[in-house]
């Protein structure tokens, strides 16, 4: 059994819950034109739900990063209405952790699919993006 999965246990749930408010709606976003909660908020939601089941299990100085969303919108959900994201974990390979990923807003499933996320060091992957960003200003 490797490391990460003896550090991350198949089966780590996340939940995290937002309420519908005008400034997480499509309108509000530009993601279409109706007072609905937003497509985008669903996805953040659902990565949140997946950070949510991996924050007692981090390592001093590890994080992890989205690498891959793949969602389908199920339902419309209005103002008003709660709506809870729910991240299972499902696979372990290596670096790389693979959660089932659903949204619900008590009536309806909203949303489901796959979010990949991966684990880095924070020192080593800040220090890559410093030197990127001092790539890009000599470029």
Same mark, same amino acid.
Not at 2 to 20: A, C, H, M, R, T
Not at 59 to 85: C, K, W
């Given at each position: 059994?490797?490391?990460?999965?003896? !550090?991350?246990? %198949?089966?780590?749930?996340?939940?995290?819950?937002?309420?519908?408010?005008?400034?997480? +709606?499509?309108? @509000?976003?530009?993601?279409?034109? $109706?007072?609905?909660?937003? +497509?985008?908020?669903?996805?953040?939601?659902?990565?949140? &739900?997946?950070?949510?089941?991996? =924050?007692? @299990?981090?390592?001093?100085? !590890?994080?992890?990063?989205? /690498?891959?969303?793949?969602?389908?919108?199920?339902?419309? +959900?209005?103002?008003? &209405?709660?709506?809870? &994201? =729910?991240?299972?974990?499902?696979?372990?390979?290596?670096?790389?952790?693979?959660?089932?990923?659903?949204?619900?807003?008590?009536?309806? /499933? %909203?949303?489901?699919?796959? @979010?990949? =996320?991966?684990?880095?060091? $924070?020192?080593?992957?800040?220090?890559?993006?410093?030197?990127?960003?001092?790539?890009? !200003?000599?470029?």
């Amino acid at each position: 059994m490797s490391e990460s999965s003896q !550090q991350f246990p %198949i089966g780590l749930v996340g939940e995290v819950s937002v309420n519908v408010t005008p400034e997480i +709606t499509a309108k @509000h976003m530009g993601s279409g034109a $109706v007072q609905v909660f937003a +497509t985008p908020e669903m996805v953040r939601l659902m990565e949140k &739900a997946a950070v949510a089941a991996l =924050r007692d @299990h981090l390592a001093p100085g !590890q994080e992890s990063v989205g /690498t891959l969303v793949n969602v389908r919108r199920l339902a419309s +959900t209005p103002l008003g &209405a709660t709506v809870t &994201a =729910r991240a299972e974990l499902v696979g372990v390979d290596g670096r790389r952790l693979t959660f089932n990923v659903s949204a619900s807003d008590g009536v309806d /499933t %909203i949303g489901e699919g796959t @979010h990949e =996320r991966a684990l880095i060091d $924070v020192e080593r992957f800040q220090a890559r993006a410093e030197a990127k960003r001092a790539a890009m !200003q000599k470029g």
